[in-house]
């Protein structure tokens, strides 16, 4: 369809390559994962604190204004005063338009999916202005189900209903549950598969009657939420969704998300199935934490994992991350764990982290963590 109007489309070599291709592509529109937004963000948060004062300065003061403007954008605050536009105009050449060569300085929008991205990426990424545009679906469903459009959009969400697409979220007991509740986001349209090809019985397991009586539904195992407008948030997968010795259930997906945006940690992996409490294993950014306790390159990793300033530093990152979360959602206890790649096939092409080679590859640790004994 790109090529009818004109346009041409480049494939990244791979994440190593990343940078350099999109100065050779210097793309109009990109379609990536969060991962890729989220590094650039890290980015210019440790820049923010790299302790060269002007520096540090003129980035703070051109994310604000750069802020500003964009809430002005979407409807959230009145214009820039005359002063305010001064301001931008200025940090948007010195300092805002760096950032936005970095992507090869034409792109007007991102596109984004296969994962959730975090709401204070994607208000970055408008204060930089290049929008990112969220959108869900899966390949049983053609494979979108809502998107973000440049002119309706949402944060937060990953969009409306694609025309003829139906969506409804669904309690346990299969009824509708009301605006805002969270349930089963199921949907009904014509981009609804026929069938997994010679597997009825899995076909049966995701296709059932919708609310109407009649229409094919296509259950997508994902939780989420809907609004009275028809916006859709993606809160976390059913088949991640575990209970803790208590009795309270937990999505980990937003518990990871809040970890994650903190710039010392790669990623994340909550665990806590009928277990006491949560425990997190973390893949730490360790140049970053050089940087911010000073530490120099002659320490090894290994030996700077067990200081107790990187300890500190983690613990009171999870509690500052963790602020809007429930008590019992909190890890209590972590650990660092070996980054999570293709070669030791924990992160699938999409990036995401596959939980079962992580919770197989380090059972014993996680055991550790809850002051099990081992049994050899």
């Not at 994962?33 to 820049?47: A, E, F, H, M, S």
């Not at 997994?196 to 397991?205: I, M, S």
């Not at 916006?231 to 088949?239: A, E, Q």
């Not at 613990?315 to 972590?334: A, M, T």
């Amino acid at each position: 369809m790109g090529m009818s109007f004109g346009s041409s489309c480049a494939i990244c070599r791979g994440v190593p390559f990343l940078l350099e291709d999109l100065q050779l592509v210097k793309p109009s529109v990109l379609f990536a994962v969060p991962t890729l937004y989220k590094k650039i963000y890290d980015g210019v948060q440790n820049k923010m604190k790299s302790g060269n004062y002007i520096q540090d300065t003129l980035l703070k003061n051109a994310i604000q204004i750069g802020n500003d403007n964009a809430r002005f954008h979407r409807g959230e605050r009145g214009t820039l005063s005359y002063m305010e536009q001064i301001k931008f105009s200025v940090l948007d050449r010195l300092v805002l338009s760096k950032i936005r060569d970095r992507f090869g300085g034409n792109l007007r929008y991102g596109c984004v999916a296969g994962a959730a991205c975090p709401t204070e990426v994607l208000k970055f990424m408008d204060a930089i202005e290049i929008p990112i545009l969220e959108g869900y679906g899966l390949t049983e469903t053609s494979p979108i189900i809502a998107l973000n459009s440049p002119g309706k959009r949402s944060i937060g969400s990953v969009g409306l209903p694609l025309e003829d697409v139906k969506v409804y979220i669904i309690n346990k007991d299969g009824n509708v549950v009301p605006p805002g509740e969270e349930g089963e986001i199921c949907c009904v349209g014509p981009n609804v598969m026929r069938g997994y090809h010679n597997n009825q019985e899995a076909t049966e397991e995701v296709i059932t009657i919708a609310p109407d009586g009649k229409s094919k539904m296509f259950r997508t195992g994902d939780l989420g939420t809907m609004d009275e407008e028809g916006w859709i948030k993606v809160t976390g997968r059913i088949k991640e969704q575990y209970k803790l010795e208590n009795g309270k259930y937990v999505v980990p997906a937003p518990i990871e998300n809040a970890i994650g945006m903190s710039r010392f940690i790669s990623q994340v992996v909550v665990v806590g199935a009928n277990r006491p409490y949560n425990v997190a294993l973390l893949v730490p950014e360790w140049s970053t934490i050089r940087t911010e306790l000073g530490v120099e390159d002659d320490v090894t990793d290994d030996a700077l994992a067990n200081e107790i300033l990187v300890k500190e530093l983690i613990d009171n990152e999870i509690i500052q991350s963790c602020g809007r979360l429930k008590k019992f959602e909190i890890p209590k206890e972590w650990a660092f764990v070996a980054p999570f790649t293709a070669a030791n096939n924990m992160i699938t092409p999409k990036m995401s982290i596959r939980k079962h080679k992580v919770l197989e590859a380090y059972g014993d640790l996680i055991s550790n963590l809850y002051g099990e004994s081992l049994t050899l």
